[in-house]
């Protein structure tokens, strides 16, 4: 008997995964679990370009506004989470689709992670404020110094990654790297990893023309409304710790709008990195729906 099937469709942001994961699961007759760091979050959702309502009415959606930023999810919880939505949808149907640009949260799902010990809230609340109050390259020379191994990940623009990285160092004198290993399971699925992008200069405008339209929906209102959490490690992201500054008295509200447009543009180059390191990935353009059929019916065979 052939295993059920997982559709991955992975990518940059603005590339227009949301609207193929759709269209595939439509086409399919299944439902779509998400692999976002930001969209599981019920108070992110401008700023985290969630699916609309008419999108998340046409196909049921996992993992998109189901958890609170007062307990925040890891990459270890949603992989154990995602496993057991997974098994009950293919329960139901031969297919799933997996759709998102968190690489770290399918790697946890696809590869297994060890979990990563509890971080006492003093210490995580010590490396947020001395973030805010002396920036990334503070964090940089923090890890350079103490965990070299994460320093060399290829992770040292991620003010999140490098926040977690440095606070379990703090509490446990080891690198996060050295929790994260591969777990032996049983594969209970087949896989069909498709990598959705576009060119550069497309994919730049599309992200410039999204921020412009989260100022334009009220990003900056969304922010406001979370000022008193500010120092939760989940909003600690592009597109809200910019606006955090700018509320905070430091700068314009344009200064943060072209911030989050340059580190969104930064953020979708390591989305991309991440992605092209996973060797089962076929890499398509949005308008090759047709070519991207025959890939699926081809996995399903």
């Given at each position: ?135 990334l390259g503070w964090l940089q020379a923090e890890l350079r ?157």
């Open positions: 008997m052939s295993l059920p099937l997982i559709i991955q469709i992975a990518g940059p942001t603005a590339a227009g995964k949301t609207t193929l994961a759709i269209e595939l699961a439509k086409w399919l007759g299944t439902e779509i679990v998400s692999f976002d760091s930001r969209q599981c979050y019920q108070e992110l959702s401008i700023g985290v370009a969630r699916p609309t309502v008419a999108e998340l009415t046409a196909v049921k959606h996992h993992f998109i506004a189901s958890h609170s930023v007062h307990q925040p999810i890891d990459a270890h919880a949603y992989a154990l989470q995602a496993h057991a939505v997974v098994k009950s949808i293919l329960e139901r149907f031969p297919t799933v689709v997996m759709v998102g640009g968190t690489g770290l949260y399918w790697k946890a799902f696809h590869e297994g992670l060890d979990k990563i010990p509890e971080v006492e809230s003093a210490i995580r609340n010590e490396v947020i404020v001395k973030y805010q109050q002396q920036g110094s103490l965990d070299p191994l994460f320093a060399s990940s290829g992770e040292m623009k991620n003010p999140q990654r490098m926040m977690r990285a440095l606070e379990v160092f703090r509490a446990t004198g080891s690198s996060i790297l050295t929790f994260r290993k591969k777990e032996a399971t049983t594969p209970y699925y087949a896989l069909c990893s498709l990598g959705l992008t576009r060119p550069r200069t497309q994919l730049i405008e599309l992200i410039d023309q999204r921020v412009e339209q989260m100022f334009a929906q009220g990003l900056v209102d969304e922010v406001q409304s979370l000022l008193p959490y500010a120092d939760l490690r989940p909003l600690q992201t592009v597109g809200y710790s910019e606006i955090f500054q700018f509320l905070q008295g430091h700068g314009t509200a344009i200064d943060a709008k072209e911030q989050i447009k340059i580190n969104t543009r930064q953020y979708a180059k390591r989305q991309l990195t991440w992605f092209r390191r996973q060797d089962s990935m076929h890499w398509f353009e949005p308008d090759q729906l047709s070519a991207i059929r025959t890939r699926v019916k081809k996995a399903m065979d």
